[in-house]
């Protein structure tokens, strides 16, 4: 999770309206794949990490900096969907995202789709990156 948050917080300030998020795809303590949120605030940084994994990510951890989102404005699929279309077996979230797109949609999404989720590891550390971008909601 540390990663994930390096790769956020490597990213502030470059994402426009989105936020900077960091995602780590692992297996055990082998790194599958890694990516941060993209300038401009696309890709996000779950599909950059699924997208770079491709059949990898099967069976995987995801080690996401905040909340993946359950909707998306441009009508893509979300990164809920794609994390569990892509077959990872557990999503660890350090930060919830108070966005009206996630908001625990995205955990709850996941669940929905047999994904383990655990929350908050890390909280703290990754608290910091998402202060601004909390106060827009």
């Known amino acids: 999770m540390r990663r994930a948050i390096a790769l956020a ?3 502030l ?3 426009g309206d989105n ?4 995602c780590v795809l692992a297996d055990g303590e082998t790194l ?4 941060a949120t993209a300038p401009g605030g696309r890709p996000h940084a779950e599909e ?20 993946p989102c359950a909707e998306r404005s441009s009508g893509a699929p979300s990164c809920a969907r794609r994390l569990s279309e892509a077959g990872v077996a ?6 919830d995202d108070p966005s009206p797109f996630a908001a625990g949609r995205g955990e709850a999404a996941l669940r929905a789709a047999g994904v383990r989720v655990e929350t908050g590891l890390l909280a703290d550390e990754a608290a910091a990156l998402y202060a601004g971008y909390r ?3």
């Open 135 to 137: 106060r827009r909601f």
């Open 48 to 67: 950059q990490a699924l997208d770079a994994a491709a059949e990898r990510a099967r069976g995987a951890t995801a080690y996401v900096s905040l909340e």
């Open 13 to 15: 300030g470059e994402t």
């Open 9 to 11: 917080r490597a990213r």
């Open 90 to 95: 557990r999503v660890v979230i350090a930060a």
């Open 32 to 35: 599958i794949a890694e990516a």
């Open 19 to 22: 936020p900077a998020v960091g």
